[in-house]
Structures are given as structure tokens and as C-alpha cells.
Nanobody
Framework: QVQVVESGGGLVQAGGSLRLSCAAS????????MGWFRQAPGKEREFVAA????????IYADSGKARFTISRDVAANSVYLHMNSLKPEDTAVYYC?????????????????WGQGTQVTVSS
């Protein structure tokens, strides 16, 4: 089992940057692919990015390609989402999630463990 806790959200102006962090606990952290999802008010939760167990493979939603970077510090049991050139439409609660096994997925239901989320607000 894995517990995850997100941090790093906040208010930023359009064009700015934020780094979200996800701290995971559990001895089997390296057995999980990790993903970031987000949910804006009145919208469904959507995939943002995912990274493999070892950190050598990543996938991104089209909305974040070239602006977002997911990374992983295996030794620190942490995953990060670096977000640049933020837009007002990036405003959402961002969630970190863990998926057992190595296959990367954009499907939220395949991720077994979720954090409480961190709010990102981008002002225009």
C-alpha cells in the first residue's frame, strides 16, 4: 500500500511556473507507476502526466506537452510536476496517484491510491 501527499499548489499569474510535489510512503513505492491528474470546477478529473516505476518513461496529456515535466526521485520516494507557462485554464485541483505495475496509463480508474489534492489557481 502507498500513501501519497501533494504539496506546492498556490496562486500564480498566467505565464508563471509552479512545481508540485508528491511525497509517497510505503516500502513498495518503486513498484508503482505514478500519475498526476487534475479536476477543475464542474469538470471531470483529467489526466495530466505519468511516469514509470524507474522514471525512464513518461507520457503527457496534449494540454501539458512542452509546458509540464513529470519527474521522479526514487531515493526520496517523491514525484514532481514542473509546470511552466501556466494558463488560466490550468486552474484545478491537482492530484497525485499511484498505479501498481509498470504500464503507464491515462485512465484514472487504474490508479489505486490517491492524495487529497493541491489547488492550483492561475490568474489572468
Amino acid at each position: 500500500q502507498v500513501q501519497v501527499v501533494e504539496s506546492g499548489g498556490g496562486l500564480v499569474q498566467a505565464g508563471g511556473s509552479l512545481r508540485l510535489s508528491c511525497a509517497a510512503s510505503g516500502r513498495t513505492f518503486n513498484s508503482y507507476a505514478m500519475g498526476w491528474f487534475r479536476q477543475a470546477p464542474g469538470k471531470e478529473r483529467e489526466f495530466v502526466a505519468a511516469i514509470s516505476m524507474s522514471g525512464d518513461r513518461t507520457i503527457y496529456a496534449d494540454s501539458g506537452k512542452a509546458r509540464f515535466t513529470i519527474s521522479r526521485d526514487v531515493a526520496a520516494n517523491s514525484v514532481y510536476l514542473h509546470m511552466n507557462s501556466l494558463k488560466p485554464e490550468d486552474t484545478a485541483v491537482y492530484y497525485c496517484a499511484a498505479k501498481l505495475g509498470g504500464v503507464l496509463s491515462t485512465v484514472a480508474n487504474l490508479y489505486a491510491y490517491w492524495g487529497q489534492g493541491t489547488q492550483v489557481t492561475v490568474s489572468s
